[in-house]
């Protein structure tokens, strides 16, 4: 289900569908595992997001709302408060004084009837389409501590030298031929402010929204790096990146593909068309644009039914049970706009892009930047870096030439 749909449900309703996935889980596997555990990671969150609401109601009952009478302790009592109140602002902290003892108008004030309508703010904040890939989430993740340089070594061949050999005579040589990658680190960052306001409105969780679109920022250019990156000093090279050295190519060009439509026989090209000469992969994920999903969505045979049968799980899916993601970075070999040798699609195991992080994603909130103005700005970075890590790991579909 998805997280609209959950928010909307009861705490009793939420807990019985816990129930339901974990009877599920038992038979599932891959993605529908992988679906049905994100389902209930966002149960648990909202079920954690209801106790600890009731706990702040009980925090405020127990505080009521009756001013505390002067207890005859007098000036000590005021003193030690304003002691308290200046070493918070030393501190940079935000401290509060009582308007009523400032002010005797605001007493009177706040006594008087209310005439204007009261406004009401939302609890929540509605967010925007997802526009974050999951491929960034499905590679292979490397976590190292700091470095420079990640190298990753593979084999290009086995050898193919075996055949009989005469009494005495030496053996048939089989050397496998081996190669390697450098993945150098990329420094990526992402920043952003918002006025001060924003995070008064009560109820709603407006500042926490902001700092968390930095680093879903940064998540979206990764995910988009790991096909794009253009393998520069200090870049991700990626999937549809082909050094000008032949040594340097982790994925041989000659291995591509062309597409000219999404036709009844664009997948089986595509999957019979990767792996070696023995076997078909089997455990591939195909990366795609969502333009040419539709396409695939949409073909019908001659009798008007759908040729393949398409199911969407947000971002991720399957189509004829072989399973997608939709990246934006690809190119649609079903838009008019794309050119001739852009690249469209590309189909693999996942595993064989390796993605070293080489530190954690380091977000900040910073309220002195311009503090004149009122603003609050956000900031975050990461070294990361990638690279595929398995010769011909993918196979890699272009858009042909039409006459």
Not at 259 to 281: C, H
Not at 316 to 340: F, L, Q
Not at 371 to 386: L, N, W
């Amino acid at each position: 289900m998805k997280h609209e749909e959950l928010v909307n449900m009861t705490a009793k309703d939420l807990r019985a569908r816990l129930k339901e996935i974990n009877q599920q889980a038992t038979d599932a596997a891959g993605d529908t595992l992988d679906a049905l555990i994100t389902e209930a990671e966002d149960i648990n969150g909202i079920l954690q997001d209801v106790q600890n609401r009731k706990k702040l109601a009980g925090f405020a009952a127990a505080a009521g709302t009756e001013e505390p009478k002067d207890d005859g302790e007098g000036d000590e009592v005021k003193d030690k408060a304003r002691e308290n109140r200046g070493k918070e602002l030393k501190a940079g902290s935000t401290v509060k004084f009582n308007a009523k003892n400032h002010f005797r108008s605001v007493k009177n004030a706040l006594s008087v009837t209310q005439t204007v309508t009261p406004q009401h703010t939302a609890t929540d904040v509605k967010e925007t389409f997802n526009d974050v890939s999951s491929l960034v989430d499905r590679v292979k993740v490397v976590p190292l501590n700091g470095g420079e340089t990640y190298q990753r070594g593979y084999v290009k061949s086995y050898g193919d030298g075996a055949g009989p050999t005469a009494e005495g005579a030496d053996y048939n040589p089989t050397e496998p031929v081996f190669g390697y990658v450098t993945v150098e680190k990329e420094k990526i960052t992402a920043y952003t402010e918002e006025p001060e306001e924003m995070i008064k409105l009560p109820n709603a969780d407006y500042d926490g929204i902001v700092e968390g679109s930095v680093s879903k920022a940064i998540r979206r250019y990764m995910s988009r790096q790991i096909l794009i990156g253009d393998g520069t000093t200090g870049k991700f090279k990626g999937i549809f990146f082909n050094p000008t050295k032949k040594e340097e190519q982790v994925i041989d060009p000659a291995t591509d593909i062309e597409l000219t439509a999404i036709d009844d026989g664009t997948l089986d090209e595509i999957i019979y068309s990767y792996g070696g000469e023995e076997e078909v992969e089997d455990i591939a994920v195909l990366i795609l644009n969502k333009k040419d999903l539709k396409a695939f969505a949409k073909l019908r045979d001659k009798q008007g039914r759908k040729v393949y049968t398409i199911v969407n799980r947000g971002n991720t899916g399957t189509i004829d049970g072989v399973p997608y993601i939709i990246n934006t970075a690809c190119k649609a070999v079903t838009d008019a706009t794309s050119k001739a040798g852009d690249y469209v699609m590309a189909y693999g195991p996942l595993e064989n892009y390796e993605m070293p992080i080489f530190s954690d994603i380091d977000a900040r909130k910073s309220t002195e930047y311009k503090f004149k103005q009122g603003q609050i700005a956000y900031r975050a970075d990461i070294f990361a870096g990638g690279a595929v890590a398995a010769y011909n790991g993918f196979i890699r579909a272009k858009k042909k030439a039409t006459a």
